[in-house]
């Protein structure tokens, strides 16, 4: 087994569709949408950055609270790519990383330990499936570190997952949260 992967709760997006300050809105039981995202990353992964944009001060303030350190993120207008290459790079002695989204607050912590249990018994990558669509997060071995730091962009890390797809370990999961984002206010609903 190898060491445990850090979780990284990736937080610094724009929110353009949204409408501005998507994670700090309310879910149905008042928590802001990115804080129940990285609690539930924390609850299953202690080790968890939070990657933020510079100036977002009362996200920080409200992620303050989770256990996640805080990760400001210089490039965070780049993209997700650039976002994700700030977590990896900010915790370089991780045996692996579980990328979750912010606005995903719907994912079973013990889904995402699933994926890191997979990444920690030697998995390069590993990912939940719910009626065979992959969602989110998606864990990384440490052996992907160069090319993750390395990411720009909005793309994310899906260029690392479309030149690895054959070593791709697949979760099967009934867990509906690893499909479900919130894009605008309507997806707030339960």
Not at 71 to 96: N, W
Request: proline residues 5%; hydrophobic residues 50%.
């Amino acid at each position: 087994m190898n060491a445990a992967p850090t979780g990284i709760l990736l937080a610094a997006g724009s929110a353009r569709r949204f409408g501005g300050a998507k994670l700090l809105a309310r879910l149905d039981d008042g928590t802001p949408v990115g804080v129940a995202s990285c609690r539930v990353l924390v609850d299953a992964l202690p080790r968890t950055v939070a990657v933020v944009r510079i100036g977002d001060e009362a996200l920080v303030h409200a992620l303050s609270a989770t256990g996640a350190t805080i990760v400001h993120c210089a490039r965070a207008d780049e993209g997700m790519g650039a976002s994700l290459a700030c977590g990896v790079a900010a915790s370089p002695d991780a045996g692996g990383w579980v990328v979750a989204l912010a606005d995903m607050p719907w994912i079973a912590s013990a889904t995402i330990r699933r994926v890191a249990d997979a990444i920690a018994d030697g998995a390069s990558i590993a990912a939940p499936f719910h009626r065979g669509e992959r969602g989110h997060p998606v864990g990384f071995s440490a052996s992907h570190r160069d090319a993750l730091t390395k990411l720009r962009g909005d793309e994310g890390a899906k260029g690392v997952l479309a030149s690895h797809r054959a070593v791709l370990v697949r979760i099967d999961v009934e867990d509906p949260g690893v499909l479900r984002d919130i894009d605008v206010p309507a997806d707030l609903r339960p």
